[in-house]
């Protein structure tokens, strides 16, 4: 009889410590799995807002030439609505790849005008340029298709600057391959204000016309 009671007690405990021992293990796969979750929300959180800030990022507009002591005037177009380009002048489906529309007041003293469209989120990918222009309201289609190609974006939004210098004097050539990436287009432009060596002033002023156009 003693031996059977022993027998029994001992059974009591062992089968106390194995639950006991179950309910710690599933306790900390608990706390593994919470905290697991909880880092995975939290990384992700921090991922969004990241790639949110990054996406404001690039497409806001910059003036390139804001910092020079260069005049402006003003530019305008009837296919930018609200800073956004009109479809009809991008190079995708949906699109006509036409150049869009540019008007401003004349210059004085200004003999042509040089246009540049750039794409400031692709490294200045150079989507239009005209040389020796003497016209100061361009209507849509105005440029060939070796002056302009319409935007193209793999995808998203990017912004598709318009710059128009006027020039005291015409120049030959205007560095920059059209539908490329022009990374030294800044130097390359302020190029235009030289007269000859070491003298400057023939950019008389210049107009700017940020927009954006996104690709679903």
């Known amino acids: 009889m003693k031996k059977k009671f022993v027998l029994i007690t001992m ?12 309910k710690s293990e599933s306790k900390n ?25 990054s996406t404001e990022e690039e497409i806001t507009s910059t003036d390139l030439f804001a910092d020079t002591n260069l005049e402006t005037f003003e530019l305008t177009s009837e296919d930018l609505h609200d800073g956004v380009w009109d479809p009809a002048i991008a190079n995708v489906d949906g699109g006509l790849n036409v150049s869009p529309q540019l008007s401003w007041e004349p210059v004085p003293e200004a ?3 040089v246009i540049f469209m750039v794409d400031t989120s692709a490294d200045e990918w150079l989507h239009w340029k005209s040389n020796n222009v003497t016209e100061t309201n361009l209507p849509q289609r105005w440029a060939s298709a070796e002056e302009y190609v319409g935007p193209y974006p793999p995808g998203g939004t990017h912004c598709y600057d318009i710059y128009v210098f006027a020039l ?24 235009l204000d030289v007269i000859e060596e070491g003298s400057s002033g023939n950019i008389i002023s210049y107009g700017y016309l940020p927009g954006t156009y996104t690709r679903n």
């Open 11 to 22: 059974s009591f405990i062992l089968i106390m410590a194995f639950t006991g021992c179950n």
């Open 29 to 53: 796969t608990s706390e593994s799995v919470s905290t697991e979750a909880t880092t995975e929300a939290t990384t992700e959180a921090t991922t969004e807002a990241t790639t949110t800030a």
């Open 111 to 113: 003999a042509c005008y």
């Open 168 to 191: 005291r004097e015409p120049v030959e050539k205007v560095k920059g391959t059209l539908n490329a990436p022009h990374t030294l287009f800044y130097k390359n432009t302020m190029e």
